[in-house]
């Protein structure tokens, strides 16, 4: 059983900050990759940014230049930097977890309000 629970959501106002953690716990894996996904109304659910447990990461087009993912193993934890806060990023952020065993795992998600 992995459990993923995210924290640091809220309101912000355009161009504040904003950071987002998932805590990681059950079964894990030393080899896995973790990531943001987000939701806003109205749209599909898309990539923001991943990183693997070796640092390796990957940005959705829109997160380039704003948002910084980063991890720490020994905590089994992910953050989401995110600056420069637009309207636009208005959505639900939810936690990925891949273990490269068939199956993702995904927190419950928190809500991130930019306020314009």
């Known amino acids: 059983q992995v459990q993923l629970v995210e924290s640091g959501g809220g309101l912000v106002q355009a161009g504040g900050s904003l950071r987002l953690s998932c805590a990681a716990s059950g079964r894990l894996l030393k080899s896995n990759l973790m990531g943001w996904h987000r939701q806003a109304p109205g749209k599909q659910r898309e990539l923001v940014a991943s990183?693997?447990?070796?640092?390796?990461?990957n940005y959705a087009d829109s997160a380039k230049g704003r948002f910084t993912i980063s991890r720490d193993n020994t905590k089994n934890m992910v953050y989401l930097q995110m600056n420069s806060l637009k309207p636009e990023d208005t959505a639900v952020y939810y936690c990925?977890?891949?273990?490269?065993?068939?199956?993702?795992?995904w927190g419950q998600g928190t809500q991130v309000t930019v306020s314009s």
């Open positions: 990183i693997t447990s070796g640092g390796l990461t």
């Open positions: 990925l977890l891949n273990q490269f065993t068939g199956r993702d795992y």
